[in-house]
């Protein structure tokens, strides 16, 4: 038998055969495995922004309620097994290794993706062992998306529209949004956050399939529910939460008050959600007196949530970021000059990093005060140097990125929350 560190570089090597969008791929792999998709209820979530933490918000609540629950999200951060958890506790290595052995012949013969395979992965996993309830994040868009076999989930979610992945979802709000849409079911109800101008697009999307749609912002936060507060830093995680009551004040089952509660107050410790404005710290940080905040913010709409908030704070942080090649960058970095006081460019060990060097020249183009800071580590000892009592260095970009900073932060012997 191959060992899990093995059959997780061949997993790996699947990327190397790019992104595929479509089901007839997925469909195949969950017929081998006697469709292990229609073993468990499930509530299904898609959007440009927000989505992990709307879905862990959920799995929460969830767990808090005594319910068995899976919760499926990507990208990771440092453990391939950070995608699949029931209760919390990641997918072994062990189920990991024994999965891949035992569909590996017939994910070589549909040359099936990187993605399809995880998906694949998760549902099995939740099947065998008899969650309650799985909560299952899109990766990419929602229609072809491979998470897309839901057949029947309690709920669908679209979280936020913006403008990311052009090149696989359309040029404008209105084709991602019916993209995203596209995860509609006939009957099931659809919880939809976004503005006006693009809820025709999904209210022709649920016309279609005879979805029953709300929209958050016409929801009525219930009295009872009133005083509930998110969590997790930023205004816009008031969004997310509206959208997660939103849903559960449509379930036919929802949970109870008191786990509602208990779950919105402990997201972070009970599903291991990390990088959403989350503060670390270490000694030398405390002697420092320095703040530290990762986010993984990695298109427009997530930079201009990060602004909101450091504005609100009128609070100028030292900004370390590395973004990936396929990015607008003007944009982004347009938005980081409003609330930054200073910019480190670094990057990911990955061939679809946007190299330091060329991110910081367009830094500098736009009027940053900038410093090329080489990989993730390298940036925040830069950041570090600079930092003076009470300031704040906030790590932000790619999940590539925040995860080789954690890999680094704890070879240092800190400790990262869980």
Not at 46 to 71: E, F
């Amino acid at each position: 038998m191959s060992t899990y560190s093995e059959r997780l570089q061949a997993l790996f090597q699947l990327e190397f055969f790019g992104m595929k969008l479509g089901l007839e791929n997925i469909r195949a792999l969950l017929e081998y495995l006697e469709r292990p998709e229609r073993k468990f209820p499930s509530i299904h979530i898609a959007g440009t922004n927000g989505k992990g933490s709307v879905a862990a918000t959920l799995a929460a609540i969830y767990q808090a309620d005594g319910k068995r629950t899976g919760l499926y999200t990507s990208p990771h951060l440092v453990d391939f097994r950070e995608r699949i958890r029931i209760d919390g506790t990641m997918i072994s290595e062990k189920d990991v290794a024994e999965f891949l052995e035992r569909i590996w012949t017939k994910v070589e013969e549909l040359r099936a993706t990187f993605f399809e395979v995880t998906t694949a992965m998760a549902f099995d996993h939740f099947a065998r062992h008899h969650v309650d309830i799985a909560i299952i994040e899109t990766g990419l868009g929602g229609r072809l998306d491979a998470t897309n076999v839901l057949e029947r989930p309690l709920a669908t979610v679209i979280t936020s529209i913006g403008f990311d992945h052009m090149a696989q979802l359309g040029p404008t709000l209105e084709s991602i949004a019916s993209e995203k849409g596209g995860i509609f079911k006939s009957g099931v109800p659809a919880v939809v956050n976004c503005e006006e101008p693009l809820r025709k697009v999904f209210v022709s999307a649920a016309e279609r399939v005879s979805a029953p749609l709300y929209f958050v912002q016409e929801w009525k936060v219930l009295n009872e529910w009133e005083d509930i507060q998110p969590s997790l830093n930023g205004e816009h995680q008031r969004e997310n939460l509206k959208t997660v009551l939103a849903t559960l004040s449509i379930l036919q089952d929802p949970p109870s008050l008191n786990a509602i509660r208990t779950g919105v107050s402990k997201v972070a410790s009970l599903v291991g959600l990390h990088a959403r404005l989350e503060e670390l710290s270490n000694e030398e940080l405390r002697e420092q007196k320095v703040k530290l905040l990762i986010d993984v913010a990695h298109n427009e709409p997530a930079f201009e949530r990060l602004k909101e908030y450091f504005l609100k704070l009128e609070h100028r942080p030292i900004v370390v970021v590395g973004l990936m090649k396929d990015k607008d960058i003007a944009p982004i970095l347009g938005c980081i000059s409003q609330f930054a006081s200073q910019f480190i460019a670094v990057q990911a060990q990955t061939s679809r990093a946007l190299l330091s060097t060329e991110l910081h020249k367009r830094a500098e183009e736009m009027g940053l005060r900038s410093l090329d800071g080489g990989n993730a580590a390298e940036g925040f000892a830069k950041a570090q140097q600079l930092a003076k009592p009470g300031d704040t260095i906030l790590i932000t970009g790619s999940h590539y990125v925040i995860g080789e900073f954690l890999q680094n932060f704890q070879q240092m012997g800190s400790v990262i929350p869980h």
